[in-house]
């Protein structure tokens, strides 16, 4: 089986755009959120032709793949996988398609809208636009989408079934969408917006060309914890966790630090430390959320991977995440130590 590791990372969010230098600064930083991606972002990285064809949510994902494969030195061609997560999809887009049938009827309906209306067009439009003609993967989930994207591709690499994977995802805020969920009675928690994936590799495969690698999955694992639809389990004991670690050669004890999921989502969050408490014990890794500083969407789970095997420290990470209803993620991730790195900062828990 292959050793995977990362050779590359970009991000677009509110906070922080770029590859793995812009994160490394960012993580080093301190400041308040900021989860809205300005529009000055996607400038240099979305030409105009793609602007006008291609939705927000959609240059979000194009532009985030981008900056991940030039942060790798790694060309579009084949040999390019694409696996991209997202809880939403682009609503903007299917609002809009919507809303003109209901206001003129069949006429209304607009073929250009239509293809955002499927839940993988942001996958469709950066596999075309990176040339990823490899395998390509959708999936859709709440809080996890961009964890359980990473841990699959991460999957994919190990097999020998694809040489190189961009892995991550992408969600947009919609004021619209934010009244439905209201009016629905979902949770309150911190929602931003924005991209992110990471390259993965296999190590022969990197070093063959010579890649700076600069982090390894060591260890990912994905499993269902039992929960009603949309709910919050009782239940603590994590197979994911312990599966990920055992693959990793990894005991509780060695962890250096826990990126957690924490959104503001009080009984999902409490959940959450459940599960690491029974799981962990009797470590306890520092444990830091990067929802605060980005807000949840996505692309968050590339961000925190990237976080992770940039931290300095000489010991493993976990990247972890647990959505209501139970799908639970989780990722041991090994940095390189690559010269001039910066002890991490994020929001303590």
């Known amino acids: 089986m292959a050793r995977v590791v990362v050779t590359g990372v970009g991000v677009v969010t509110g906070a922080v755009t770029g590859g793995r230098e812009r994160v490394r600064a960012f993580l080093a930083s301190s400041g308040g959120p900021a989860l809205s ?10 030409d105009e032709t793609e602007t006008r064809r291609l939705s927000r949510v959609c240059q979000l994902s194009v532009a985030a793949a981008r900056i991940a494969l030039a942060d790798a030195g790694l060309g579009p061609g084949a040999g390019l996988g694409l696996v991209l997560g997202a809880e939403f999809g682009d609503v903007r887009s299917t609002r809009e398609f919507v809303d003109g049938y209901l206001g003129r009827g069949p006429a209304g309906l607009s073929p250009l809208l239509f293809p955002n209306t499927v839940m993988n067009t942001m996958a469709a439009a950066t596999a075309i636009a990176v040339t990823a003609r490899e395998l ?18 991460a999957a994919a690499v190990r097999s020998g079934r694809v040489a190189a ?13 934010a009244e439905i969920l209201a009016e629905a009675g979902a949770v309150r928690e911190t929602r931003g917006e924005g991209a992110g994936f ?37 239940g603590a004991g994590s197979r994911a966790l312990a599966a990920a670690l055992h693959e990793a050669g990894v005991a509780p004890n060695d962890l250096g630090r826990v990126w957690i ?15 690491l408490e029974k ?18 969407h996505s692309g968050l789970g590339a961000l925190a991977v990237a976080a992770a095997a940039l931290d300095d420290s000489a010991r493993p990470a976990l990247v972890h995440a647990i959505a209501r209803g139970g799908t639970h993620v989780a990722l041991v991730v090994r940095g390189q130590g690559e010269p001039g790195s910066q002890r991490v900062s ?4």
Do not use: C, K, M
């Open 37 to 46: 991606v300005p529009g000055s972002a996607l400038q240099g990285l979305v």
């Open 136 to 153: 390509s993967l959708t999936l859709n989930a709440p809080t996890v989408a961009g964890e359980l994207a990473i841990a699959r591709a």
């Open 165 to 177: 994977v961009l892995a991550g995802g992408v969600d947009e805020i919609d004021p619209f969408l």
């Open 198 to 234: 990471v390259v993965l590799e296999s190590r022969d495969g990197a070093e063959a060309r010579g890649a700076r690698v600069f982090g390894e999955i060591a260890g990912a694992a994905w499993r269902a914890l039992r929960a009603r639809p949309y709910g919050v389990g009782h």
């Open 261 to 275: 999921s924490a959104s503001g989502d009080g009984p999902r969050d409490r959940w959450e430390q459940a599960i």
């Open 279 to 296: 799981a962990l014990q009797p470590a306890r890794p520092q444990q830091t959320a990067l929802v605060p500083r980005v807000g949840r």
């Open 346 to 349: 994020g929001h303590p828990q």
